[in-house]
């Protein structure tokens, strides 16, 4: 079968970056799994040979050969702490990962849809004065009971995908309840932000999702701004961004486009000109090309890097992963 996903290269402007990507923890439209509490997003800028070698050396250590080196079959391997230390060693400043908390995920996929406009650029740094309602709303709810959890299953019930001419009333009604009953827990700021979303402004873009309006991002899934994130970062606001990414249905040309060029809106990268001199600014990302990852070692290396960082039972806070994770990643800055 043809690969799924992708975005074909556009002309180059200029300094280009080539990065490999993988991720960790996807559990589809189900993200209030407590199996996998956190997505993980990570992406390397090592060489084909580069990657090829390291991968190399870390089998060599294993008393079976593996076709793949995992996450889970590594830290459970003998002399594991040693491994993981060489492996960052061997990573150190050529190694990223954007760290999404699934919960929190859901607290800004709200606040996006139905406080302000739907963007492409949401859950990314683009939309940072969004947070302080998200930011809100989330440690309220956290610390309020089981409704919490019974307003966030009705959220995802709400706007999961779903090909319809009119909105499902019943997860509308369900959403309102849900909604309703957190607000009579809730003080200090976060019933407010449950007050603005009323039901005329949530009927309203769940209309718009169940007709497929391609400008609103898909609301369940963290993959697009983790990619952004992660585009943004190896840019440094100075050259363009080549991902190799392994397969994603996540990822098709159309969503991709839109991301693209939400990026090219949003930084301030050096104008430039096209064919008929006609003033364009250039997108830090230039394109993504999706693989089979058993076929590139460097999507391995960064698959690999994307599982420890999601296991790490302190997300990366010990002084090994810490200078990995992304200071943007998607998740309380006090937890």
Aim: include cysteine.
């Amino acid at each position: 079968m043809p690969l799924q996903g992708g975005l074909p290269m556009d002309a180059l402007g200029g300094a280009v970056v080539e990065i490999a990507c993988d991720e960790s923890g996807f559990s589809g439209s189900n993200l209030l799994d407590v199996a996998t509490p956190v997505f993980t997003h990570a992406s390397v800028d090592l060489g084909v040979d580069e990657a090829a070698q390291l991968l190399r050396a870390l089998r060599s250590g294993s008393r079976r050969p593996l076709e793949e080196v995992k996450s889970g079959q590594f830290l459970r391997g003998p002399h594991s702490g040693e491994a993981l230390e060489w492996l960052l060693a061997a990573l150190s400043g050529r190694a990223h990962v954007h760290v999404v908390d699934k919960e929190y995920f859901l607290v800004t996929r709200i606040v996006d849809l139905f406080l302000v406009e739907p963007s492409y650029a949401a859950g990314t740094r683009l939309t940072q004065a969004d947070r302080r309602a998200a930011l809100t709303l989330y440690r309220a709810g956290r610390a309020s009971g089981p409704d919490w959890s019974v307003f966030l299953g009705a959220f995802v019930e709400l706007v999961r995908t779903k090909r319809r001419h009119r909105p499902d009333r019943r997860a509308l009604e369900g959403f309102f309840q849900a909604r309703d009953s957190l607000a009579a827990r809730l003080g200090d700021g976060a019933d407010g932000v449950l007050d603005g979303l009323t039901r005329s402004r949530v009927r309203a873009v769940v209309s718009r999702l169940a007709h497929g309006d391609p400008s609103i991002p898909p609301p369940l899934e963290p993959m697009l701004p983790a990619l952004a994130e992660t585009v943004l970062f190896w840019s440094g606001g100075h050259r363009q961004v080549l991902v190799i990414h392994d397969e994603q249905s996540a990822l098709t040309a159309g969503r991709l486009r839109r991301l693209q060029q939400v990026l090219s809106d949003s930084t301030d990268s050096a104008p430039t000109a096209d064919a008929e001199a006609r003033p364009v600014r250039m997108s830090p990302f230039a394109g993504l090309v999706t693989v089979d990852s058993r076929d590139d070692p460097r999507v391995q290396v960064a698959d690999l890097l994307a599982g420890i960082a999601r296991r790490s039972p302190s997300l990366g806070e010990d002084d090994l992963l810490q200078p990995f994770l992304s200071p943007t990643s998607l998740r309380d800055p006090e937890h």
